[in-house]
């Protein structure tokens, strides 16, 4: 078996610019010439085309390729299990996305809510989703000794717990935009209408909102919590928190 890199490519479904690329790189370098002095393609090419296109599906870069190939880096077992654990955190991540980006589609089909009225806060809803594990970790993390607060915490991995919460979300947003621009005492009782159920919902806001005041926590998830919301609005949000707890507080 001998070809010209012609040949070759429409063999293996390749391209001329690929093969050569690989040539370049050393990745697959054809050793035997033709009578005109041509580099020509045989069956040992042809197998190592095969290595690098089961090592390429299974996600190594061309350069991690050639070292394999090479160096023989890993053990083929050892090099699958690798391969393994990089596709099973990439799903993961795939997971992830898909799920914010369902979350926000029933967002969408909620009654009553327009696109418009939607598009306005859509990045402000990606971002807090797109936070939520995180942020979930962080204060599983700072509340590892108060089981009351873990047990709330974990009731956000719950699929219709989720959907109540962000339904909520959504709707105090936009209260809290119509209480900003209306400023009037039926849009600020809608406010605490919607603060009510929240806190029905999920008690341990409460616990949350104090986290704000603590600099110490700040100073070291800061990063994590600087969720993109309009200055005014993230302003609105937490006076009126801190309002609806202490009148709480005081009733209680």
Request: no cysteine; net charge negative; aromatic share 12%.
């Amino acid at each position: 078996m001998e070809m010209t890199i012609g040949q070759f490519a429409k063999l293996v479904g390749s391209t001329v610019r690929t093969l050569r690329y690989y040539d370049k790189i050393e990745l697959l370098t054809p050793k035997k010439y033709n009578k005109n002095g041509r580099k020509v393609y045989t069956r040992s090419d042809w197998e190592l085309f095969q290595q690098i296109m089961i090592l390429k599906h299974f996600g190594l870069s061309l350069n991690e390729i050639k070292e394999q190939l090479t160096n023989e880096k890993l053990k083929n077992r050892e090099l699958l299990l690798v391969q393994k654990q990089l596709i099973e955190k990439k799903q993961a991540e795939l997971n992830d996305k898909l799920e914010v980006i369902t979350r926000m589609e029933r967002l969408y089909s909620i009654e009553g809510t327009s696109e418009e009225e939607l598009n306005e806060f859509a990045f402000i809803m990606l971002d807090l989703f797109r936070r939520e594990k995180s942020q979930i970790q962080i204060w599983e993390e700072h509340f590892i000794n108060d089981k009351e607060i873990l047990k709330e915490i974990k009731l956000l991995d719950d699929p219709e717990y989720k959907e109540q919460m962000d339904r909520e979300i959504w709707y105090l947003i936009r209260a809290i935009r119509n209480a900003i621009h209306y400023d009037d005492s039926a849009s600020r009782e809608k406010v605490q209408e919607i603060l009510n159920k929240m806190d029905n919902l999920f008690p341990a806001i409460r616990n949350f909102l104090r986290l704000v005041d603590d600099d110490q926590f700040l100073a070291k998830y800061n990063h994590e919590f600087t969720i993109y919301f309009p200055e005014n609005i993230a302003d609105y949000i937490y006076k009126a928190l801190k309002s609806y707890y202490n009148e709480k507080e005081n009733n209680e």
